[in-house]
């Protein structure tokens, strides 16, 4: 049983370029999220769905977007890149009370 | 909105009890956790109380929740080396639905 599985584990972009971070999970949970994390600030909600085709923004939603269009994917997408979405960004999946997280994108962008 | 606020760094002797702190002001939340981060790793999930109770017990973790106070605290028994990482407390409300809310992490350091 893989979980949560996100690629890739690093990434090194340019300013301005685009990229989509993936987010997969074999456990039929309706409910993803995507999370960034900068030093010393915990995590912060960039968007989640409750469902196929269900998305919302969460805290810090601009410069990203999402799709979900099964409920196994959930893709994350940086279309302009810029140095301030560098981070390490986590999905996860809920089932009743329980939030299980991928092991993490480290993105750079330079 | 919701906060959670965690001191950054905790250190305690191998051995000794750890006590993780944290409070929290949604007095709406229904689960609060705590969720242990390795270097380079993801988040993974230790123990969660539900709001109506104010204490889980589960090998070497011990959970006390304040609700009066919206206090929680995470203790580890016996701290040992593989104890090292960063605890972070979170609270969720409305079954979870749109995400946890999560505290800034208490990085644990353990002495020899």
């Known amino acids: 049983n893989a979980g949560v599985t996100q690629t890739p584990k690093f990434r090194i972009l340019k300013i301005g370029q685009s990229m989509t971070l993936q987010c997969t999970q074999d456990?039929?949970?309706?409910?993803m999220y995507w999370y960034r994390q900068d030093p010393g600030m915990g995590l912060k909600l960039i968007y989640y769905s409750v469902g196929a085709g269900i998305t919302d923004k969460g805290e810090v939603p601009n410069g990203y977007n999402v799709s979900r269009s099964t409920t196994e994917d959930f893709p994350l997408r940086l279309e302009l890149a810029a140095p301030s979405q560098t981070s390490v960004y986590f999905c996860?999946?809920?089932?009743?009370?329980?939030?299980?997280f991928g092991s993490g994108t480290q993105l750079s962008v330079l | 909105g919701e906060d959670v606020e965690q001191s950054l760094f905790l250190s305690v002797r191998e051995g000794d009890s750890s006590v993780i702190n944290c409070t929290y002001t949604d007095s709406s939340s229904t689960y609060l956790y705590w969720y242990k981060q390795e270097p380079g790793a993801g988040l993974q999930l230790l123990t969660y109380i539900f709001s109506n109770m104010d204490m889980k017990q589960d090998q070497r973790l011990t959970v006390l929740l304040n609700k009066k106070d919206k206090h929680l605290s995470l203790r580890i028994a016996d701290t040992q080396t593989g104890d090292s990482a960063i605890y972070f407390c979170?609270?969720?409300?409305?079954?979870?639905?749109?995400?946890?809310?999560f505290g800034k992490g208490t990085h644990l350091i353990i002495q020899p």
């Open positions: 979170a609270e969720s409300s409305g079954g979870g639905a749109d995400g946890l809310t």
């Open positions: 996860a999946s809920i089932l009743g009370e329980k939030l299980f």
């Open positions: 456990m039929n949970h309706n409910y």
